[in-house]
C-alpha cells in the first residue's frame, strides 16, 4: 500500500527546506512528504498525483507567496481532494486571511510562523487532523483504472480484454462520476478517444488497442525463440490441451492467442459438464487453471498476437504474426475455433458493444441488475446465457426461431430453465431490428406464425446463433470445407484418394490437414463435437500424433 501524501508549499526556500525537514522527521514511516515552490507548481503536483490515483492526506501551505496565495492554492486543490486536510502557515498580519478561509475554504487549521518547538506546536496539531483523515477517507483503489462510458464499443473492448487475461481493474463510468470524466478529459478533450486507462505508475494510454494493453499489463506478446518444436495457434481449450500435453512431454512449446487464454469457453458462465468438477465451473476459471498448469510444465503463451498466415517450407513451418514477426516450428497445431454467427439485421452492428453482446458478456451482466434482457438463440449456450443473466436481470426472455427448446438444448438446462421464474421462452420468435440511439432501448420481433412484429423495451440482448470457423490464416494452405472449417484425418480421403499434393506413403493421421505436420484440434475442425472436453482431448491427441509425425522428418 503507498504512503499517503504530506505536501507542503512555501516560496520561501530556507522556510520550505525547514518544514520539509520537520515533517520528515516525525512523519517519514508513515507519509510521503511532497514540497513544492510555488501554488503553481504544487498544483501541478497535485494533479500527477490525482491522475495516478495518489492518496493527499494534508496540504501545508503557505499563505504568502506571489503569483498565487495560500488560500488560492488550497481553493484549486481541494477541488481535486477534497477530505484532505488543509493547514495555512501564516505571518501575524495574515490571521484575518486564516480566519476568513476557515469559512469560505474549510480550512482545518493555522500555524503561525515560527512553529517551534514542533513537538509542541506543529505535530499536535497535525497528528489530530491526519488521525481524523485516516478514520474517515477510504483508501483509493492502487490498480489499474478504466475511465470510459457503458456503451461505447472500445471501451466494452478493453475491458473485456482485461477481464479475460485475469487483470484486475476499476471501472470509472464517467457518465456518472464527474472527478472520473475531469481525469479523463484531462487525457482525451471531448471524449473523442475512449477508454483512458490509468496504470498506477502514472502512465495512461488513450483507446488502446489490445496489444499495448498487454505489452502495458506485462504479458508476453513476443516469442522468446525464433524455433519451437510444436507452435500451437488458438489458446482455447484444444490449444491448452496440446500445451500442456506437448510441454510436459518435452516438446518446446509455443502457444499464441490473438486475445487471451480460454477462449470461447472463457466466455462461459458456468461448465457443467467438465469432468471432475461436480458443481461446475466458470470458464474464466478453467482457463486460469490451464493457463497456469500450461505455464508451470514449461508452455510458452503470447497473447493478444494474431496469426495473420502460415506457409510450409519442408520441413518446417512457419506463422507469421500481425506485427510481421515469422516463427518456425516441426509441427503446427491448429486450435483457432470459432465465432459465434453476426446477427444481419438492421441496428445490430451498430450498437453490438453497446448493449448487445455476442455469446455470454460476463463483464457486463452485472450492470443489467434489475433490467430486462433478451437471450437470441435455443442451444446450451444460450440456455447458459440465460441462466447467468437471471441472477441479475429482473426478466430474461429467451427468443427462440425453432418450435421448442428440446430440439436443441441438454434436458438438464431445460429443467433449469423451467425453474426460474424470471426466465420466459418465446419460441418460432425472430428479431427483425434493432432500436436505440447510444445504446440499446428496444429490439423488434416477429411471430413466424403469425407474421406479426411486436416492439419490446430491453436494456441488454446477448445472441448465441451459431459459429464461423477462424481459419483463414491456413486458406489455400489446407484443406477447408465450404463453411471454412479445415478437414482432418480419413475426411481428406476421397474414393480411396490421398489429399491433392499428398507425398507421404501413409494416410494423413487422425486430426492431421492435408499438409504433413500441421495438425487441427476442437472446433475449428470439420465435424468436431463443439464441447470443452473434446477439445481438450483433441489437444492432447494431438501432441500424441506430433510425436509419431517428428519420428518421421
Ligand atoms: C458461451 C459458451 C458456453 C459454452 N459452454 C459449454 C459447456 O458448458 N460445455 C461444453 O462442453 N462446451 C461449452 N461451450 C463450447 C466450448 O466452449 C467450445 O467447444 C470450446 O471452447 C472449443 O475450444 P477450441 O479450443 O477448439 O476453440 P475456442 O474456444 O474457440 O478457442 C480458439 C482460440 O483461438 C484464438 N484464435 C483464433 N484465431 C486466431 C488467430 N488467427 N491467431 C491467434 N489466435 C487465434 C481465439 O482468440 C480463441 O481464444 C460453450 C461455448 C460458449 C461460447
Redesign the pocket.
Known sequence: MAKPIILTVDDEPQVLNAVERDLRRHYRGDYRIVKATSGVEALDAVRELKRRNAPVALFLADQRMPVMSGTEFLTEARKLYPEARKVLLTAYADTEAAIDSINSIGLDFYLMKPWDPPEQVLYPALDDLLSDWQATVPLPYEGIRVAGTLWSPSCHRAKDFLARNRIPYQWLDIEKDAEAAELAAAASPKRHRLPVVFFPDGDVLVEPDNLSLANKCGLQTQAAEPFYDVII?????????AAVYGASEGLRTLM???????????????????LGFPK?LS?ADLARRATAQAQRLGAEILTA????GVRVEDPYRFVTL?DGTELACRALVL??????RKLDVPGVHALTGAGIYY??ALTEAAYYRGEQVFVVGGA??AG??AMFFSRYASKVTMLVRGSSLERSMSQYLIDQIEAMENIEVRVLTEVVEAIGEDRLEAVTIVDKDTGLPETLPAAAMFL?IG?VP?S??VAGVVERNNAGFVVTGSDLTHNGHRPKNWKLKRDPYFLETSVPGIFA?????HG?????????G??AIAISLIHQYLKTV
Open positions: 495457434v488458438g489458446a482455447g481449450p484444444a490449444g491448452l490441451g499464441i492467442d490473438k486475445e487471451a487464454t480460454g477462449g470461447q469457453a472463457g466466455t462461459s458462465s458456468r461448465i457443467e459438464n467438465y461446475g470458464g498476437q494474431e496469426v495473420t500481425s486450435a483457432t475455433g470459432v465465432t459465434v455469446g455470454a446450451n449456450s447458459q446465457g448465441f459459429a477462424h483463414g490464416l484440434a476442437g472446433d475449428i475442425r468436431s463435437v463443439r464441447r470443452v472436453a473434446s477439445a481438450v483433441q489437444g
